[in-house]
């Protein structure tokens, strides 16, 4: 299967290594200092010990005649606009839009044309040591990699997407409803990010309880707000947030917030991109008609 990854992220420079694992013809739209040292370098990642080099095509610019099976975006919320406008006039039928956000995806499909896009969130987090990547899964039980078609419906190209993550032993669910989905991620994470940017010691956050009761109760108030906006709460786990006591979850903030998971999947993503998360933040508590100021 032939990919393309648009965006050398983190996010994007991970499943092109593990995609290019599994065999897959896979290129890397890079741009800046990312495009440079990737083609200096070569795709370096951290494979447990040892240092691997994927084989992966790196490109700096896509033709419209470039044709790929999948174009998986996995930039930024704010550079999204920009790159779905440009691949509008490119050939290829599937967009999987790896981005957190709150848009409807009329919007999206309105800039590159409708029916391209497959709406999705990775499961994965981690960060780059100098110029080799150092980023793992997220385990299934806390967050699949997720997609779904914005119809619903299960089609030939989801059934091949879920082939395509199967081979690259990438953990996946698919939903129903990815708009309901995202906004009950970002009622969750948009707080955890929060309870970073509100102290001056963000690397030991789990430790301080006030914090972590002040974020434990913003969690289990945004998803009363959601359900009571007749969001419904998915994945099902998500109404545990909702139900367990604020005792419980502040304890168990803590232990994940001073875990190496949080590190590797909270703090440093939430430290790479405040500027994202507080967009998020603004947009996220403006759905709800609901303001929190940081």
Known sequence: ????????????????????????????????????????????????????????????????????????????????????????????????????????????????????????????GGGFDGDVLNAALTPRIIQPTTFGEISGKKTRRTSELASLFRRA???????????????????MVVPIA????????????????????????????NFGLLKRHGVRLTPTKMELFRLLPTGLLTLGLSVTFKSRFGDKFMYRHSMKAPDEMRELHRKFYSYLKYEVHL
């Open 1 to 124: 299967m032939k990919i393309l990854i648009y965006g050398a992220g983190v996010i994007g420079c991970l499943y092109a290594a593990l995609f290019a694992e599994a065999g897959e013809d896979v290129t890397v739209l890079a741009r800046g200092s990312r495009l440079e040292m990737l083609q200096n370098s070569g795709l370096k990642y951290k494979a447990g010990k040892k240092t691997k080099r994927a084989d992966v095509e790196i490109i700096g610019e896509l033709d419209r005649n470039d044709r790929y099976d999948f174009i998986f975006v996995t930039v930024r919320e704010h550079q999204l606009y920009d790159v779905l406008a440009k691949l509008r006039d490119n050939v290829s039928p599937s967009i999987v839009t790896m981005v957190n956000s709150l848009d409807t995806y009329d919007k999206w499909e309105r800039l590159c044309g409708r029916g391209r896009i497959i709406p999705a969130f990775p499961g994965a």
């Open 169 to 187: 032993k990438i953990p996946y669910q698919i939903v129903k409803d990815m708009h309901a989905w995202q906004v009950c991620h970002l009622a």
């Open 194 to 221: 929060d309870a970073y940017y509100e102290t001056p010691h963000p690397e030991k956050a789990g430790c301080d309880m006030k914090l972590m009761r002040k974020t434990a109760r913003r969690i289990k108030r």
